[in-house]
């Protein structure tokens, strides 16, 4: 992750830029963790709150800015509408509608797992067949990983199912679509049912909250063995190349679901 940046440390067009755009700003709050980029902050301007993310154009995440740029105006408005996009100085700034509210609780028993899965159907309904926006398949990102035809399709996907992209306010909303993925429906409730494992749900019970989304029952038998098996790899390769405290859990959540699925297979 890069080394977050602070509003007074942007380069003073950019933030001249921003005013121009948003009016006058009064305050900025550092975000200090979350989203991969070199800034993230939201900041107190005369026509309102914005939150505002990105970096420097030569940098290694300067691809997520731009993808989350190009997919904004096709989402749904489950996303934070973007207001405005900046590029000058060699930074690339992206400024938000700004969303009150905290990170959906995953653990079981949460009154937030309802409305989770409402907005993974309802987001799936919305983006199959895909907008014409140009975003990577999904088969091509797990090249190696799994047979391209069993995650392949035409739903446009998150594909970052961490809770803190999941945003409570007056109604759940989803952030952060830095990472957005052409493939098969079911794939994002698949990526959230190895984080509901990792909150404390058994495997079991986390399928049983899946299969409230229309899409999970598109999903093969064949194809989520070999989905469990390519993402307990990935976090596996995670795990070797980047040693990091949260990787640990997702490791251990993805081999408990791989495992799970080969017991009831052997049954």
């Known amino acids: 992750m890069p080394q977050r940046r602070h509003w007074h440390e942007l380069p003073e067009e950019i933030r001249q830029r921003v005013e121009h755009r948003a009016g006058a700003v ?5 975000v200090p963790t979350g989203a991969s980029c070199d800034l993230a902050a939201v900041i107190d301007t005369d026509a309102g709150r914005v939150f505002c993310k990105g970096g420097e154009t030569d940098g290694p995440t300067a691809w997520l800015y731009r993808n989350e740029a190009r997919v904004n105006p096709w989402l749904p408005d489950v996303a934070p509408r973007l207001r405005w996009t900046i590029e000058a100085k060699g930074w690339l700034m992206l400024g938000f509608e700004y969303v009150a509210g905290r990170h959906a609780d995953l653990a079981p028993g949460s009154p937030d797992l309802t409305a989770v899965a409402d907005l993974l159907g309802t987001q799936s309904r919305l983006l199959t ?9 999904f088969a091509d990102r797990w090249c190696g990983l799994i047979a391209p035809e069993l995650v392949d399709g035409d739903t446009l996907l998150h594909t970052d199912m961490t809770p ?9 909303r989803l952030v952060d679509w830095s990472s957005p993925a052409l493939g098969a429906a079911w794939i994002d409730t698949a990526l959230m049912l190895v984080r509901l494992v990792r909150a404390g749900h058994p495997p079991a019970e986390a399928e049983a909250w899946a299969g409230q989304i229309p899409n999970w029952a598109h999903a093969s038998e064949e194809a989520l063995d070999a989905f469990a098996g390519g993402l307990l790899r990935l976090w596996e390769r995670k795990q070797r190349s980047a040693p990091s405290p949260h990787h640990g859990p997702l490791l251990r959540a993805a081999r408990e679901w791989r495992d799970h699925l080969a017991t009831r297979k052997s049954r």
């Open 129 to 137: 067949p895909s907008p014409p926006v140009r975003v990577q398949r």
């Open 26 to 30: 009064h305050a900025a709050y550092s």
């Open 164 to 172: 803190r992209n999941f945003l409570v306010a007056d109604r759940l």
